[in-house]
């Protein structure tokens, strides 16, 4: 899928944060849904159908963990790429989250020509 015309969901509770992916994305020409908590993603998940979620491991109301497997148990989220997104990365956590289904895994602060390659390799699959 192109990026231009690929929906990113957002979910993240910082709304510093938030801020700051949006414009990235905007600027590389995705189209861009905000949640700032699990539970408002699965509510954004079923009503615009996001092409890849980014979804923080910490967070109140409904953790990235949790959300993952109820996103996972959702017509639309059998296959839908989602990465972890986290700034608290301790040895092994990569692939405890990869072993839990999420597709990637990335650091905050972001390395961001990484994290472009990350999502153009999850949105041509």
């Keep these: 899928m192109a990026p231009e015309s690929a929906k990113i969901l957002i979910v993240e509770d910082s709304a510093a944060i938030r801020?700051?992916?949006?414009?990235?994305?905007?600027?590389n020409n995705y189209a861009v849904?905000?949640?700032?908590?699990?539970?408002?993603?699965?509510?954004n998940i079923e009503k615009d159908a996001p092409q890849l979620v980014l979804l923080d491991l910490s967070m109140p109301v409904m953790d990235g963990w949790t959300?993952?497997?109820a996103i996972r148990t959702l017509p639309i989220g059998v296959s839908l790429p989602v990465i972890a997104l986290t700034a608290h990365a301790m040895n092994g956590d990569r692939e405890a989250a990869l072993e839990y289904g999420f597709d990637a895994y990335v650091t905050k602060p972001l390395d961001i020509p990484a994290f472009l390659r990350t999502l153009t390799e999850l949105l041509a699959l």
């Design 19 to 27: 801020s700051v992916l949006v414009r990235l994305l905007k600027y």
């Design 67 to 69: 959300t993952l497997r």
């Design 33 to 43: 849904i905000e949640a700032p908590n699990g539970q408002d993603a699965l509510a």
